[in-house]
Each structure stands twice: as structure tokens, then as C-alpha cells.
């Protein structure tokens, strides 16, 4: 079950991730109408009907975990229950409603709507918040660590859904002035960056008392290294991109293998970040 529960976790964290980060990066990269609009547009009724299925596979995942049994997850009753009673089913179940609103507009005349596009992804991300971790904590802590988490999703989710939107526009260059792109993509990215390290150091320091759990090598600890040496590769590659900005036009094949890569090491953070939800974090003392 808590394989099954990791991958759910995975999946769903990537596409609301990456419906988020595309939409807000489009009008800063591109400013525009152009031939990428309906390919995203296609990507993103696939990304939401993703999301929303495996949003619903997560409850009855934790249905049946909660209940001990797998026939939980498809007693109505039981279902009812933890939606009702338990913080999380209170939680999941906006998020389901936001979800389904998301698939609906994005079927419907109104998806040209950026600002309600945008406003609906953005309330899906945020209610990913106060799951997992981010409901350790009671009080006015608690609800910190949520906007914490609001803020750290935000700056994964527009680095993500960015690079997606980057590997699109790669892959289909003409008409697009790649090195302008570039520059502005770089520019959101430092603070995205900041954003990231900063409200991860308050994550780890608020779930383990420490500055980095110990030990090192082992449970929580491990994974939340592997996690940390997987945005470091996806900076380096950042930074080796930012310095042959200006050759860019005459290395395009070389540009687009490093951005796919940047890409991916960034879903196997979020991999990472999938099962490090599933682990009690390593306190302090």
C-alpha cells in the first residue's frame, strides 16, 4: 500500500505542479498568442484529468490505509467518514471540488480564461499544502508551516511547469527569439531559487528541530540528501545554460538535451518529496 500510495503521491504532486508552473509562465516567456497555445491547451485538459483521477485514487488510497483494509476504500460509508472526521478528507475534499471546477473550464468556452485558469490552479497547489507534513503542527505554527508549504509549492510549481513550457518551445524553436526567452526565464529563476532554499530550510528545521536530521545515511534523512543533490544538479544545469546564453541559437539540440534534463531531475525531486511524505522526519534529540 505505501508503494502505491508514494507513486499516487507522485503523480499527482507533478501534473497539479506542472498545470500551475505553464500557466503562469506562459504570458512571462511568450507574452502572446502563438502556435503553442493549443498543444499546451491539449497538454493541460490531459494534466487536470490526470490530476483529478489520481487525486481520487489518493483518497481511497488513504481510506483503505486509515481503515486497514483495501475493501475501505470503496465502502461509501467509510468514505464519508474520513472525509467528514479526519483534517485531511476536510482538506481533500475542496481539493477534489477544485479539481473537478479545473476539468470542467478547461472543457467548456471558458478555458481561454487565463485568469480564472490560473486562479483555479493556483487554489488546487495551495490546498496541497496542509497535506502530509504541513498538518504536523496546531495553532498559529501550524498554519506558518502551511503558508511555508504554500509559498515552497509555488516556487517548485513555476520552476516546473516552466521547464515544461521550455521543453515545448525547444522543441518547436522557429518564430520563437530562444535567447530573449532565456533571459527572462533566468530572471523568474533566481527568485524562484531563493524562494525554494529559503522556505526548505524552514521546513527541515521546523519538522526536525535541526538544520539537517541525522542520521545522515539513513530513513528521512537520506532521501531529503537525495532530494537536495537533485536540485543541485538542476541548478548547475541552470547556471551552465545562463552562462552560454548568448550562443544559444547555435547550440539548440545541446540547449534542448539540458533543459529535458534539468526537467526530469526536477520530477525526481518531486519523487523524492512523494516519498519523504510517507516518512515521519527525524526530530532532533
Keep these: 500500500m505505501t508503494d502505491a500510495m508514494v507513486l499516487c ?4 504532486f507533478t501534473v497539479v505542479l506542472m498545470l500551475f508552473g505553464a500557466w503562469v509562465f506562459k504570458p512571462l516567456l511568450l507574452g502572446r498568442e502563438t502556435a503553442l497555445d493549443e498543444p499546451l491547451a491539449r497538454l493541460s485538459r490531459w494534466l487536470a484529468a490526470a490530476a483529478l483521477l489520481s487525486g481520487v485514487a489518493w483518497l481511497l488510497l488513504i481510506t483503505a490505509s486509515m481503515a486497514g483494509t483495501w475493501a475501505a476504500a470503496f465502502d461509501l460509508p467509510t468514505l464519508q467518514l474520513v472525509l467528514r472526521n479526519t483534517f485531511f478528507g476536510q482538506v481533500w475534499g475542496w481539493h477534489l471540488l ?28 495551495a490546498t496541497l499544502a496542509p497535506v502530509g507534513h504541513g498538518a504536523m503542527l496546531d495553532g498559529l505554527s501550524g498554519q506558518l508551516l502551511i503558508l511555508n508549504q504554500i509559498v515552497h509549492l509555488t516556487c517548485v510549481g513555476a520552476w516546473l ?22 533571459r527572462r526565464f533566468s530572471g523568474v ?19 526536525t528541530g535541526a538544520f539537517w536530521p541525522t542520521p545522515l545515511l539513513s530513513g528521512f534523512a537520506l532521501i531529503l540528501l537525495i532530494k537536495v543533490v537533485l536540485v543541485a544538479g538542476m ?3 541552470a547556471l551552465f545554460n545562463r552562462l552560454r546564453i548568448n550562443d544559444c541559437d547555435q547550440r539548440l539540440t545541446t540547449l534542448r538535451a539540458s ?10 525531486a518531486v519523487a523524492a518529496v512523494s516519498l519523504l511524505g510517507t516518512l515521519p522526519p527525524m526530530i532532533a534529540g
Excluded: D, K, Q
Design 98 to 125: 477544485l479539481n473537478v471546477l479545473l476539468v470542467a473550464l478547461l472543457m467548456s468556452p471558458l478555458r481561454s480564461n487565463r485568469p480564472l485558469r490560473i486562479g483555479l490552479a493556483s487554489l488546487l497547489l
Design 9 to 12: 503521491r507522485f503523480l499527482h
Design 259 to 268: 533543459v529535458i534534463v534539468e526537467w526530469l531531475l526536477g520530477m525526481g
Design 235 to 237: 541548478l548547475g544545469l
Design 161 to 182: 511547469g516552466g521547464l515544461m513550457l521550455l521543453v515545448m518551445i525547444l522543441r518547436h524553436p522557429t518564430g520563437h527569439a530562444i535567447g530573449a526567452i532565456l
Design 189 to 207: 529563476g533566481y527568485v524562484l531559487v531563493a524562494g525554494l532554499v529559503l522556505t526548505g530550510l524552514i521546513n527541515v528545521r521546523v519538522l
